[in-house]
Nanobody
Framework: QVQLVESGGGLVQVGGSLRLSCKVS????????TGWFRQAPGEEREFVVA????????SHRERLKGRFTISRDNAENTVYLQMTSLRADDTAVYYC????????????????WGHGTQVTVSS
């Protein structure tokens, strides 16, 4: 059974940092391109960042680059999203996702999804 389980969301103040985790099971983790998306209320789900197993192929939403960093622990089948200098407009539900397409940045290219974790940035 494929499972992607996010954790680490919560309430943080503007300018703060947060690290999200996503534990993946039921998939060949090394072969899956793993990414993070987010969806704010009333907005479409948008791509944040993604990486392959060794980090040599990464995709970024350009305006978030520098504040949001993705990493993976292949031994633990876990992917992380480190977020810094958080702003109020980063408030959203953050989703972990897996794709069989290297370099995927569109939600339609991702076959596996977690249930999401809420991140709220307060001023």
């Amino acid at each position: 059974q494929v499972q992607l389980v996010e954790s680490g969301g919560g309430l943080v103040q503007v300018g703060g940092s947060l690290r999200l985790s996503c534990k993946v099971s039921g998939l060949p983790f090394r072969d899956i391109y793993t990414g993070w998306f987010r969806q704010a209320p009333g907005e479409e789900r948008e791509f944040v960042v993604a990486t392959n197993w060794n980090g040599l192929t990464e995709s970024h939403r350009e305006r978030l680059k520098g504040r949001f960093t993705i990493s993976r622990d292949n031994a633990e089948n876990t992917v992380y999203l480190q977020m810094t200098s958080l702003r109020a407009d980063d408030t959203a539900v953050y989703y972990c996702a897996g794709s069989n397409t290297l370099g995927a940045t569109q939600a339609s290219q991702y076959d596996f999804w977690g249930h999401g974790t809420q991140v709220t940035v307060s001023s």
